[in-house]
């Protein structure tokens, strides 16, 4: 890594865009007084982030923008960009080439730039930093500043090799690890001062609340003691409510069968007694039978007559009417024959009267006679006629009789059977009817029964909600819950021990919850301050741990640095000066005593600026580094006694010894060599020949035998315009260039 590259624009004396392009080696810029050459050392200084306007020869901040000349106005703004070979990344970005930029603007704007993005003055100087550039005190060497290295005194020295070892960044960490400590400090002081405030108060707090623990403790207890005995009641009406619901609903249903049954009982009674009412069937019944009686009285009534006047024929005991209808024939026909004759004779007879008299009357008589015999034949066959009527009669009623006597016994018997029925039904009926009654009576006598009960539960509901009520006001609203999660035995005496309890209570009195409240907030006040306390301790041990390792880190690697800067710091002061003899010597602060740190006098800390509630990582302080300097032939003696040239050789003694041991990257030397005079500038351009092997020097300078050494000559003009200008110059040219002032 080395600078490659130098852009200026409107920086100080230069106006115009000017680039200077640098190789590894040595760079030398020359130029007659006031051409602006230290304003390139400036510029590099300013885009490193430079701050102080002393540094920058300014008195305000715009002073580093053109100022403007009778030829040319000033300038709105100035801009430096500063490009870095990265090849070897030894700049942690992942570019072979970083630009870093500064621009300021007469508004007072600024920008920071890193290959073209904006960033903070901080990211630059943190890369610087990273980069080992830049970070040095030894940087950009100004003009007649060399001998503030040594003039700077001990500290100052210290400060260079502190620079130079690369311990500075212990320093901002432990810097920043001591801040914390203190900030932390301050905090343990704070929670401290708070604890020590609120514990008295914590304690009386405390005392209060105590007598409310144990106030708490004695309603814990009662509240077990209640929830055990509300339990225990809880329980029991449960119990006898479940039974007293239990017989209840036995009788529900007793009651509820018993009214069945009356309802049934009653609807058939009501039926049959319906049934009972229709008697119209009965008497119909007995009409029908008293008629039956009446027709079979009729029946033999008609019988016993007949009976009687068949009986009269049968004691006539007639014969069987029987009429000889042949003798009746033949009868007829003598006397037909007799009348035939008689009609053919008439004639006869009229000269005969008296024989037609007497055959007339004799067959007169005769037909009497036979028609009286057919008469007395035919009434008796009448008479016949009619018995035999009556017979067939009363073989008829006494058929009737039987069967009006089959009516009558089947009427008889239906009326029998009926009243056997009704009489039956009347049984049943009765029965029913008594049934009833029963019943009615049972069903009374359970609803009564149903109904004491039913007090009964209303009396226990009553208690019931007696206690519940009892239960809330000792257990609060989820009793129920908690009585009822109580699973264990009920402890004897409970009532007592509730009585004990509550006596107790009373004696201890009531405690201000206010009090509590306030004790629980000072409590957990408390504990948070105590564990924030603790906390902070902790802290505070881990960052004296990180005190101290850096504290190990500094001393070793200061010492490192300081062993190897001392002994190159004699051989560069004997080179240079041709002999004599210096020295370095380390001052030491007086150590503080105290517990840790005595055994540390042989390694002691290397705190630069001992802090409060450090003390105990204090040791005694290196406070500087004091150089004691004995050119050849003179007696030792301090710095002080040096003249300007010899400081000057020994100053930059100090700062070969220090780039020999930790080369920088590049180093700006502006007319460091000024006071030489010429066998010391040819040693002192030799030793920065072999320095220029492991550090990039730009140099500003007069000197011939710098020039010599140097690989790329630039040579810097100012013209009429107030403007300078760069060019590239050969050896010769520079040497002319640079004697012209
Ligand atoms: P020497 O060899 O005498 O040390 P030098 O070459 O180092 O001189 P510088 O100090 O770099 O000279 O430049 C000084 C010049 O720069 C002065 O002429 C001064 O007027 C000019 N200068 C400084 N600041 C500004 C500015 N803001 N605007 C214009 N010119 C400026």
Redesign the pocket.
Known sequence: MYLKKLEIHGF??F?KKTALEFEPGITSVV?????????IADSLRWVFGEQSLKLLRGKKTE???????DQKARLGGAEVLVSFDNSNRVIPIDYSEVVIGRRLFRNGNSEYLINDNQVRLLDIQDLLLKSGVGNTSYCVIG?GMIDNFILGGPQAIKELIEDASGVKPYYVKRERALRKFDHTESNLTQAGALIAEIEPRLKSLRRQTRKLEQREDLERELREMQTAYFSEIFRGLQKQTSELDAKIGIFDKQIDELEKEILALSEDIEKEEKTRENKSSAVVLQSELEELRKTKQRLLEEQSFLRGKLKVEELKNLPEPKINWVLVRDKFRAVLEKFRAFAKNFSKYRDEPESWRSESDEMENELKQLLEEIDTRSSEHKERQGFEQGKKRLEELNNEVDKISTLIAAAEEKVRSFIEQAEQKKNQLFVKERLFRNKQETLLKIRDQKNSLSIEQAKLQTRKENYENEALAALGRDYTQVVSSYALAVPEGVLDRIARLKKQLEIIGGVDDLVLQEYKETESRFQYLTSQTEDLEKAIADLRTVIAELDESIKKEFDNAYNKISEKFSEYFRVLFGGGKATMTILREKPELSEEIETEESAPSLNPSPRAGEGRVRGAEIVGIEIRATPPGKKLAGIAALSGGERALTSIALLSAILATFPSPFVVLD?VDAALDEANSIRFAKILGTLASKTQFIT?THNRETMRQSHTLYG?T?GED?V?RVLSLKLEQAAAYSSK?
């Open positions: 100080k004396s106006a130029g007659p007084n006031g051409s602006g050459k230290s304003n002073d580093v923008i053109f100022a403007g000349s003009q007319e500003i810097v100012m107030g300078s002032n």
